[in-house]
């Protein structure tokens, strides 16, 4: 006789959210459930309107596998972008040009209501308090009206819990909105369809974000899954699953996770090394799921747009930040920098960040002195460029740039943490413009002076943050000198080189070994900076919002104390042999990373072509590798916090 207890104990556990145990691509969980998905989904490929459907509830389903019950927000998004779309075509039909901007200021007002209640309610909270000498704390008002209408007390109301990849999806439907005011695309007639395409579950929680004119066109194309297109698909799947279970959780755990919670045991070495290795982390983690999520929808007929490539060979942080997150580049070009005023002119926008950012400043810092600073730099440039009509656009390009790149920090979090480590990269995209144009004489005295003003600064008022900065100038200075030298040999490789390889290969300069040691070390120098930016970023992770701002402070304050100070070099080959497990996987995912483009190209279309049974065997081999770095607790994508 059937178990009728067993099976209802089992389809509850199967319907049921589980908070520590969310549905995550690495799990085994997962591809049951896929597998069956793409069972059904063999059924329905080729008639659209069920496919579509099928797909959009398939999504919730992982949705709320995921995150719960803040699948109600997801819901209410799609809903209300779906029905306000509408009206604002509808407007634009009728020529009705003031009604179409209120619908849109709508949807985007609705949107980023939500974004900011999940995502900075502490930090509002704290912000009130500060102001008015309140105690006020959190209060999920989302919970209380669960609570009122199932009349108990279901949900905690004193914690406002983030939804998974709130940001993500609610990006989405910003763009979707306003791509609708642009004309770009017209609205989705049908919710279904434009639910699974707000949803769509292998990039709903960590993206890429994906822009209507890119993905809405493909919901009315027949399916059609090529032999060479499932290879590719299930290449994408296992290097993101190696690049996820092997490097990113295996050296988070082993050693970068240890030394990040508690700085002040390990040596300066070991901080640093475990700096360096959490750039291999983040992104390995990040563009593990990005590659899981393109050949998990390359399987099903769809195709993501590509969100990372190889950014760590980047020459200079302008090019970096079009190979890292390139979906969230694309989107705040499109919708922040651009609506700034871009490279043309400042606007009303610029000023309201201006003054935002000051507020912010003031709030977190207690110190009007720094926010006054914030604003007078801020007057000054701008009137700088209204006396410098020659220079005016490039000026105005790089405040935009700047408030940008502090916008995209709060983006990952109201901390102190998140805003200096979007500044960092907001000053590191300027100071590339400006050395981008400057001649080889100013680039080796501005070094000079600034090298031989923190030798200054070390011993007039000593600290581990100017020994530390004092010794990364003098490498930069040593290396510019170089260069500078070689201009005068190679004047015509010289300028080409400082903008990588590329551009050389683009005027036909032929690659000498020193003009490549160029492009090397400008890539090495690009990698340090933005790996030293990654300090504030990772403190400011993985916290509790009511904590996260000043225990990352105290974490990277740890971090650069235990950096800057002399080193016992005679420590280091002990460590290194300690950790030469975590070490060597950290070097082979760097060596990996920077193989040549073509190479990379050539073993996937390679993989793809192999005979079906070949392929099965490397797949289970592959796999059978990869579950040998499990670790006991399944580690949660970096991402999903965002």
Known sequence: MMDLSGISSFLAKIFSFDPNSPLLFTQFYFWAFFALVFAVFALVKNRKFLRNAFLFFVSLFFYYK??????????????????????????????????????????VTIDLFLLFYFKYAYFLTDVVNTIFGSSFKVYDVFAAAGNMIGGGDYFRVDKIVLPVGISFFIF?????????????????????????????????????????????????????????????????????????????????????????????????FENLAALFGYSLQVYADFSGYTDIAIGVAMLMGFYLPQNFNSPYKAPNPQHFWRRWHMSLSRWLKAYLYIPLGGNRNSTFATWFCIGLFAAIVLILSGNWIVSLCLVLFAVGVVMFARFRPDSRKKIIANLNRFITMLLGGMWHGASWNFIIWGGLNGIGLILYQFWKNMGWWARMTLVGLVTGLLALMMNVAPAPVWNMLFVWMAVLCLGTFVRFIFHFIRPDAAGAYASGLDAARAKGIPQTFVSRLGNVWAVVQTFTFITFTRLFFRSGSNLDPATANETAWHTAKNMFHQIGPSWTLSQIPAICHEYRSVFLLVLLGMVIHWLPARWKRWYRINFSMLPMPVMAVIVVAVVFLVYQFITADLQAFIYFQF
């Not at 803040?70 to 972008?81: E, G, H, Q």
């Not at 699953?241 to 240890?258: E, G, T």
Request: hydrophobic share 50%; charged share 20%.
């Open 172 to 268: 989405q439907v910003i763009s979707y909105s306003v791509d609708v005011y642009r004309g770009d695309v017209k609205p989705v007639r049908n919710i279904l369809d434009f639910g699974f395409y707000v949803s769509f579950f292998p990039q709903l929680v960590a993206g890429p974000i994906v822009r209507a004119s890119e993905f809405i066109p493909q919901l009315y194309k027949k399916f059609f899954l090529g032999r060479k297109q499932f290879g590719i698909a299930v290449f994408w799947i296992l290097n993101g699953l190696a690049k996820k279970i092997i490097l990113s959780d295996y050296i988070a755990v082993n050693f970068i996770d240890r030394v990040f919670d508690n700085p002040l045991l390990f040596t300066g």
């Open 66 to 107: 995921t995150s719960g019950l803040s699948i109600l927000i997801l819901m209410f998004v799609t809903c209300s972008d779906f029905l306000i779309s509408h009206r604002i075509f509808a407007a634009g039909e009728k020529g009705k040009t003031g009604l179409k901007r209120f619908w849109l200021i709508l949807s």
